[in-house]
């Protein structure tokens, strides 16, 4: 299963390209790819959201994934930062749904929960447990695309645990 996992943001999207192996006796993940879209902020949102789209699809093209896995809304005490980071991560769907691959949703918490085992878990944090699951021989960089990868981290673990769990019914 390969999973392409995108944090959103305003200023930077991060993304990051996972296979799961089922070959092994135990499933392993395997390292693929990641990146960051930096959008200005001279820029108008119009043309911010349209290079957001562009380059989206054209990662999507390259990696072909099976699954886009991407961070819930969450809420922020500042209602116009919200609604931009909404407007970028529905671009993103967007982007993911004209490629008709599957969709999965995950709240902040259960992401870090997940590759951390801790919801409240630091970016820091994150970029280790990543590069320890990953065999990367550094942290990812920028913290947006070590976010992706734990998106696409938590979509895999997720669908293991599923599968088990359908197996032993």
């Known amino acids: 299963m390969r999973v392409f996992g995108i944090d959103c943001g305003t200023e930077v999207t991060g993304f990051g390209v996972v296979d799961s192996c089922d070959g092994a006796r135990e499933p392993q993940l395997r390292f ?4 960051a879209i930096r959008l200005a902020k001279t820029r108008a949102l119009p043309a911010r959201l349209e290079q957001v ?3 989206l699809t054209t990662e999507l093209e390259r990696w072909r994934p099976d699954t886009v896995a991407i961070e819930e809304v969450f809420y922020s005490v500042n209602a116009k930062s919200a609604l931009k ?3 970028v991560r529905g671009v993103a769907l967007l982007a993911a749904a004209r490629q008709g691959i599957a969709i999965a949703e995950y709240a902040p918490l259960k992401i870090k929960s997940s590759v951390v085992g801790y919801g409240l878990a630091k970016k820091e944090q994150v970029q280790f447990m990543v590069a320890r699951l990953l065999g990367l021989p550094a942290l990812p960089e920028p913290p947006d695309a070590a976010d992706a990868l734990a ?6 673990h997720t669908a293991q ?3 088990l769990q359908e197996a032993v019914r």
């Open 32 to 35: 693929q790819a990641m990146g």
């Open 53 to 55: 789209f562009a380059e």
């Open 85 to 87: 980071l909404g407007q």
């Open 151 to 156: 998106i696409a981290i938590c979509h895999i």
């Open 161 to 163: 645990t599923l599968a």
